[in-house]
């Protein structure tokens, strides 16, 4: 059971077993299945996501940054690739803001639409410090359970 209030009370809704599809011009194409529970007496959310085919797998942790006071997500890719976001919340739209990397390449997931059933996850990239966004993949998430 997570603590409450926010921003523990906006992770919560992210609980549970879901199916992740790329979405393109022909459809929708099955990612995987993401299951995301609360660790550590509701302290550390956990994200598990296991390709629906191939090996690609990752575990994130996500947990409120005492100096900050923003939700803070680390993700590590079994090919052993680490990648550090930070939380934003902006209009209805939750912006998932990439820490680090390369200035000259920008990297932020906007979630969208979200309802207690399902989320969209736009993979934004800006090469020009942060003025223009472009969308590079279209993710459409499900619950399970």
């Known amino acids: 059971m997570p603590l409450s209030g926010a921003p523990y009370s906006l992770a919560d809704r992210f609980t549970g077993t879901w199916k992740e599809y790329t979405?393109?011009?022909?459809?929708?194409?099955?990612?995987?299945?993401?299951?995301?529970?609360?660790?550590?007496?509701?302290y550390v959310q956990v994200q598990r996501l296991q390709a629906a085919e191939g090996p690609f797998a990752l575990m994130a942790f996500g947990y409120l940054d005492p100096e900050s006071g923003s939700w803070e997500e680390?993700?590590?890719?079994?090919?052993?690739?680490?990648?550090?976001?930070?939380w934003r919340e902006e209009g209805p739209d939750l912006l998932v803001e990439r820490q680090g990397g390369n200035p000259n390449d920008l990297r932020r997931l906007r979630i969208q639409n979200l309802t207690t059933r399902a989320y969209d996850v736009?993979?934004?990239?800006?090469?020009?410090g942060g003025e223009i966004w472009s969308v590079v993949e279209v993710t459409r998430t499900r619950r399970e359970d």
């Open 74 to 86: 680390t993700f590590i890719l079994n090919s052993g690739r680490v990648a550090r976001y930070r």
């Open 122 to 128: 736009l993979e934004e990239s800006s090469l020009d």
């Open 23 to 42: 979405v393109t011009d022909q459809g929708e194409q099955l990612v995987g299945t993401l299951n995301v529970s609360w660790d550590l007496g509701g």
